[in-house]
């Protein structure tokens, strides 16, 4: 047991963490809620030995851990307001990586504008955070996943090639908002282009060709199909639409879910939890 | 690696859980805002080990581990709505597991109107569960702690004694309603009468004098004052206002936080995530 540790309590930390903010403290966050929109909730593990690893800097641990949820609010569109943080420690983790992990968690909360508003804390074998990102949307107006449809135009927001080829995330919110009213269908890249299509493309009952991907420097093709965790968006819209955005493709007649890279078949390779294990 | 398990796939299982609701399969979960009322939000870890044990049947833990973000809500005076279940996995479970772990949630969730609005999955070393839990209650009516005065009467909703006391949680979501505008502070026993009422005190800047404590048959009065998990309800209202509860003692003159047992100071000895550790 990590003597400083020893020290430190539930109560103590909760209170620490009351000095981000006001919505801590009860059973229960409270919250007005807003007149004339839709409510958006995405909630993302942070898992040490999956998402991350102990050689990673704490602050960056948490900025990814709360990315990673924002980046779901960009793909339908919305604009954070809360998150609810979940983190379970483990035996190796002392106050100092505690610390740095929150501050570089508030300093990506800080600048996308999303309030702590409560959390639990625990303890497991390895460190498991759990960010809830809630959110909000014009009512009706939320970016889906099923609506790309025959000859619309394939989009990313940005190079993709995985996150190890970005020093900090940097979720499409701004992007996001943009496409409302314009993307037939839009999702954010968190498994890898090559699964996250497939996703769309079951979802919207079409297939997909890809054509280009723009890679980000010092990435390689294989990485920017198949890599996870690009934080960019993917999105589809109808080819006369002026839309910001990187065309890579079309969406084709064929099988729903198919995809093909330049007329070949695409076989999905990104990450699932259940089959990629270690 | 389970053989039956190795035949998953992460999309296979979220198609399952979207026979459970309409919710999920988006980025995030997209659900009106009501008009009139104040979002509460509330999130609880069920981890392996530290909440349940394997010996646990899996439909037990899946409707405790819903149940415990219910009892915030109850707490609040709310009505919960929604939830967000994020499931890591480990080696050891397998579809059998998860199936009995769903079906015992959604059994609680139907019982308290509580839809299933998506999730994250993923694995770890041990079994890890967050659930989230979105209530409303009405506009500036939540129960809060911080409202307890010197005079008031001190209530819990129920016997106290544990959960191992106990068949099946029961959050106290009617009683939390009727309390609204009655009681001046409320919060749910999940740590320990002892540690729990600590809390209402110092939040309310009081101290308080417990007088005797009703027991669960069987339950010890260690228990009943010091395990957690007990679901009940614990709040103060002023002597002359009528409410449904079992009255416990008062609200005393004191060094804001203390706590008194037929006079004599009682330690909070309840369930603290860092200083009780295994």
């Known amino acids: 047991v990590n003597d400083a540790r020893a020290e430190w309590s539930e109560d ?19 919250i007005a809620a807003p007149r004339g929109r839709d409510l958006l909730y995405s909630t993302d593990f942070s898992i040490e ?10 602050q960056a641990v948490g900025a990814r851990a709360l990315a990673r949820s924002l980046s779901d609010i960009a793909a339908m569109g919305g604009t954070p307001r809360y998150c609810l943080v979940s983190l379970a420690l483990a035996e ?7 610390n740095a992990f929150y501050a570089g968690l508030m300093r990506v909360a800080r600048r996308y504008k999303t309030e702590l508003a409560g959390g639990d804390l625990s303890h497991a074998a390895q460190v498991v955070c759990d960010v809830v990102v809630c959110g909000d949307v014009p009512q009706g107006k939320a970016l889906r996943r099923d609506g790309a449809r025959l000859g619309d135009v394939l989009y ?6 995985g996150w190890r080829h970005r020093p900090m995330p940097r979720p499409r919110l701004e992007a996001g908002r943009k496409l409302i009213g314009k993307a037939t269908a839009c999702m ?12 769309l493309c079951t979802a919207s009952g079409v297939a ?12 390689s ?26 065309a890579i493709g079309r969406i084709v007649a064929g099988k729903a879910g198919a995809v093909f890279y330049r007329g070949e078949p695409l076989e999905p390779q990104g990450y699932d939890h259940f089959r990629n294990r270690s």
């Open 12 to 30: 103590a930390l909760v209170a620490k963490l009351r000095r981000y903010s006001t919505l801590i403290g009860d059973d229960c966050a409270v």
């Open 49 to 58: 030995s999956v998402h991350f690893s102990r050689e990673m800097p704490a």
């Open 92 to 98: 190796w983790t002392g106050p100092q990586w505690v």
């Open 156 to 161: 990313v927001s940005g190079r993709l090639g």
């Open 188 to 199: 954010d890249i968190s498994d890898g282009l090559s699964l996250d299509l497939q996703r």
């Open 208 to 219: 997909a060709e890809i054509e280009r991907v723009p890679l980000l420097k010092s990435a």
């Open 221 to 246: 093709l294989e990485e920017a199909l198949h890599a996870g965790e690009d934080y960019e968006l993917l999105f589809t819209a109808p080819a006369r639409r002026r839309v910001a955005g990187i």
